[in-house]
T-cell receptor
Framework: DPKIIQKPKYLVAVTGSEKILICEQY?????MYWYRQSAKKPLEFMFS???????DNQTASSRFQPQSSKKNHLDLQITALKPDDSATYFC??????????????FGEGTRLSVL | QQQVRQSPQSLTVWEGETAILNCSYE??????FPWYQQFPGEGPALLIS?????DKKEDGRFTIFFNKREKKLSLHIADSQPGDSATYFC????????????FGSGTQLTVMP
């Protein structure tokens, strides 16, 4: 059974609309992340949360807002969608510190297409 | 400016051969290097990782060789199998910060039977 669940797996949206990507993990991790993978770029780090607090934000646009309602949830709200937002969005999780050197584990992704 | 580079972009080997995937980086602060394997339609799966204090890490058929002076590392896949056909990503992180992984563009490996 997948330990990091992302919903939906596929998502089609209209330009200008708003969508929420869901992520929940059952690994007992306290740190969660969002990464984006688009056709012409490497996997890009977007956000990191530790104990439900924002630690790092590498997303220039405020249209992307992570939301953590529970410690094992980290949803991603995207507003005013643009065609350039089309990508696969991956949620990941890990223990919060890097001391134990266990790299993040990734979910299956949500494939977003903006028309 | 891409901080982590991978080569080749694609690689084809025959079953049983050793596949060698290369990675280089620029930031001297990077000290932890995980490799991920990704199959089409799936998320990246952690394969093997190495700390910069080591020059070699083995896990079954997978071995990382690390050269800190040259800022280079390579993933060797021994006895390649068709099931190893996937895209392999080298990533880097600085342990002083959060888990912000910087990924390379990937090497698409095809193992011919």
């Amino acid at each position: 059974d997948p330990k990091i669940i992302q919903k939906p797996k596929y998502l089609v949206a209209v330009t200008g609309s708003e969508k929420i990507l869901i992520c929940e993990q059952y690994l007992g991790h306290n740190a969660m992340y969002w990464y984006r993978q688009s056709a012409k770029k490497p996997l890009e780090f977007m956000f990191s949360y530790s104990y439900q607090k924002l630690m790092d934000n590498q997303t220039a646009s405020s249209r992307f807002q992570p939301q953590s309602s529970k410690k094992n949830h980290l949803d991603l709200q995207i507003t005013a969608l643009k065609p350039d937002d089309s990508a696969t969005y991956f949620c990941a999780s890990s223990h919060p510190d890097t001391y134990n050197n266990q790299a993040p584990l990734f979910g299956e992704g949500t494939r977003l297409s903006v028309l | 400016q891409q901080q982590v580079r991978q080569s080749p972009q694609s690689l084809t080997v025959w079953e049983g051969e050793t596949a060698i995937l290369n990675c280089s980086y620029e930031n001297s602060a990077f000290d932890y290097f995980p490799w991920y394997q990704q199959f089409p339609g799936e998320g990246p799966a952690l394969l093997i990782s190495i700390l910069s204090v080591s020059d070699k890490k083995e896990d079954g058929r997978f071995t990382i060789f690390f050269n800190k002076r040259e800022k280079k590392l390579s993933l060797h896949i021994a006895d390649s199998q068709p099931g190893d056909s996937a895209t392999y990503f080298c990533a880097a992180s600085a342990s002083s910060g959060s888990w912000q992984l910087i990924f390379g563009s990937g090497t698409q490996l095809t193992v011919m039977p």
